[in-house]
């Protein structure tokens, strides 16, 4: 089992930045790829970022790229996301995961889920 449990949201305003926080505790952090998830009220979940247990992959969703940074510290078994440039179409509740395979988009690839930060951009 894997314990996930993120941090860091709130309000901010178009253009502003946020960074996210998921802490775990349980099964060793290092060996699961960790990404960033997002819903939007009415919405599916959906992915934002991805990162591989070493550091040395990511990936992430177009509208996002350029604005947002996955990064992780093993030391710590926490991943972050820096979000920069924030738009209104961000606001969502954000939601960490851990996979044990590569790095991987679809939900059902991850098998453990935080229980979300709400992050809205408002003015």
């Known amino acids: 089992q894997v314990q996930l449990v993120e941090s860091g949201g709130g309000l901010v305003q178009p253009g502003g930045s946020l960074r996210l926080s998921c802490e775990a505790s349980?099964?060793?952090?290092?060996?699961?790829?960790m990404g960033w998830f997002r819903q939007a009220p009415g919405k599916e979940r959906e992915f934002v970022a991805a990162?591989?247990?070493?550091?040395?992959?990511?990936y992430y969703r177009d509208p996002v790229k350029g604005r947002f940074t996955i990064s992780r510290d093993n030391a710590k078994n926490t991943v972050y996301l820096q979000m920069n440039s924030l738009k209104p179409e961000d606001t969502a509740v954000y939601y960490c995961?851990?996979?044990?395979?590569?790095?991987?988009?679809?939900?059902?690839?991850?098998?453990?889920w935080g229980q979300g930060t709400q992050v809205t951009v408002s003015s």
């Open positions: 990162m591989s247990w070493g550091g040395s992959s990511t």
């Open positions: 349980g099964r060793t952090f290092s060996r699961y790829t």
């Open positions: 995961a851990a996979s044990p395979g590569p790095v991987v988009s679809p939900l059902n690839r991850y098998d453990y």
